[in-house]
């Protein structure tokens, strides 16, 4: 891909807590990515993992404490601004209906630009390099809302990566991939300059991609920090309540969970 990078992004979460119709869903979380760092949040379901990485990139505003980007509130920022620092890739898209493919990865660029701008070579430059990277340029031409759940997932990856966060948060990102483009998207995106932020359900894959790792149970930090500290047999069964046996991955040397 062409182009600069922006710089990676400091992210610290001060205390967050999240309540929505009389039910709290995050009690003050703390959570550091340090710059340059990717970082998994993991948990059960329902334990405020995505709710936690939307207070974060601003679809959620806290009921109590304070997310900071490089030291400076998220809260005061404005929506572009924000959207230069940080990149999203949700669990679904909305705003797409009826855009082919590239038309979609374009948007990533909209927070660089005056809203009545045309893509300059530039900007097409970095799609055409972010499709590539993604392996979505076969399909680039087709509507986004007529593809399968992977292809999908792969271009909002790169719709993200065009858009040159600081900061990019992904909500799980691997979700109706196949193997192959789990390895390869969670390789690219550990390859980046930016800060990540990755919500996972599977303990191996962040266990093999995450630099820290911060274990989620009832919207508290149950654990926290490197995946071979964090993930032991005696916190997954406290906090999934399954038994495991827990060794060492021969090629990577992380953490590897066989389960039963």
């Keep these: 891909m062409t182009g600069t990078s922006a710089r990676p992004v400091q992210l610290a979460v001060r205390g967050v807590r999240y309540e929505t119709d009389g039910h709290t869903l995050l009690h003050g979380v703390d959570l550091t990515a340090r710059p340059g760092e990717t970082v998994g949040v993991v948990g059960p379901n329902g334990s405020g993992k995505t709710t936690l990485l939307r207070c974060v990139y601003g679809v959620l505003r806290p009921t109590a404490g304070r997310v900071l980007l490089d030291g ?3 809260a005061a920022l ?25 038309e979609v990865v374009a948007m990533g660029r909209s927070p660089h630009k005056r809203f009545w701008m045309q893509d300059g ?8 390099g972010a499709l590539e990277t993604v392996g979505a340029l076969p399909f680039a031409e087709r509507r986004f809302d007529e593809l399968s759940g992977g292809e999908r997932q792969r271009a ?9 966060p600081g900061l990019l948060a992904l909500d799980e990102p691997t979700n109706h991939l196949d193997i192959r483009y789990q390895l390869e998207i969670l390789g690219l995106v550990r390859a980046l300059p930016a800060t990540s932020l990755l919500v996972l359900h599977d303990l ?3 266990a093999s991609f995450c630099d820290r790792l911060y274990v989620l149970k009832g919207g508290r930090v149950a654990a926290s920090g490197p995946p ?33």
């Design 121 to 128: 070579p530039d900007d097409v430059r970095r799609v055409a």
């Design 204 to 206: 191996n894959l962040a």
């Design 72 to 74: 400076a509130d998220a």
């Design 228 to 260: 071979r500290e964090v993930l032991t047999e005696d916190l997954l069964a406290e906090v999934y309540g399954v038994r495991t046996r827990i060794g060492v991955h021969p090629g990577t040397g992380a953490p590897n969970i066989v389960y039963g």
């Design 78 to 102: 404005t929506v572009k601004e924000r959207a230069r620092r940080v990149a999203v890739v949700p669990q679904d898209a909305s705003g797409t209906l009826g855009l082919t493919v590239r």
């Design 156 to 164: 909002l990856v790169a719709r993200a990566l065009v858009q040159d």
